[in-house]
T-cell receptor
Framework: EDQVTQSPEALRLQEGESSSLNCSYT??????LFWYRQDPGKGPEFLFT???AGEEKEKERLKATLTKKESFLHITAPKPEDSATYLC????????????FGRGTSLIVHP | DTEVTQTPKHLVMGMTNKKSLKCEQH?????MYWYKQKAKKPPELMFV???????INESVPSRFSPECPNSSLLNLHLHALQPEDSALYLC?????????????FGPGTRLTVT
């Protein structure tokens, strides 16, 4: 069974304090790993797709990396507007190709 | 345009009511999804349509009935719901189902069953 575990569950940072969110996964074969941002009461917003170990993608203050067992979302010098829940989803090879979501990390950035 | 729209934004219904949620996308995507999301939980897959045909039903109770009238529209018909069905209902689309495509989500419909 595919499993996706995100840590920490919640993270509080001061503005400018860089940190990383973790997404560890167990799948039979990775087809794609997705990061989403979700603001309260809204739908998830797509951020990145990673396909293979060693791949990295960046967008503004966010950088996503991928190894064979986990992905990290690095947040550099965060601002209060980066506060949101960050969801990781993993798509396995074969089967229905429906992504399995992790429970998310709730990030709060204090000014 | 990477927008998925959903109506209504909020819905309050009694347990004997019949209502429908609507979702629309104009990105030419051929896969569309309904998810249910409870507070502080990840989205939970309900249904998947691929090329306008129902491809996945995640053992959802029959009081939820999906419909895909065409490649741009997705409906979710609701009847005789229970209070525990109160949640945020999300629609999503992707270019296809069988490859590593990202999903684009709508803003959701906040449903309250009284």
């Amino acid at each position: 069974e595919d499993q996706v575990t995100q840590s920490p569950e919640a993270l509080r940072l001061q503005e400018g304090e860089s940190s990383s969110l973790n997404c560890s996964y167990t799948v039979s074969g990775l087809r794609g790993l997705f990061w989403y941002r979700q603001d309260p009461g809204k739908g998830p917003e797509f951020l990145f797709t990673l396909y293979s170990a060693g791949e990295e993608k960046e967008k503004e203050r966010l950088k996503a990396t991928l190894t064979k067992k986990e992905s990290f979302l690095h947040i550099t010098a965060p601002k209060p507007e980066d506060s949101a829940t960050y969801l990781c989803a993993v798509q396995a090879s074969g089967g229905s190709y429906i992504p399995t979501f992790g429970r998310g990390t709730s990030l709060i950035v204090h000014p | 345009d990477t927008e998925v729209t959903q109506t209504p934004k909020h819905l309050v219904m009694g347990m004997t009511n019949k209502k429908s949620l609507k979702c629309e996308q104009h990105m030419g995507h051929r896969a569309m999804y309904w998810y249910k999301q409870k507070a502080k939980k990840p989205p939970e897959l309900m249904f998947v349509y691929s090329y306008e045909k129902l491809s996945i039903n995640e053992s959802v109770p029959s009081r939820f009935s999906p419909e895909c009238p065409n490649s741009s529209l997705l409906n979710l018909h609701l009847h005789a719901l229970q209070p525990e069905d109160s949640a945020l209902y999300l629609c999503a689309s992707s270019p296809g189902q069988g490859a590593s495509y990202e999903q684009y989500f709508g803003p959701g419909t906040r449903l309250t069953v009284t």
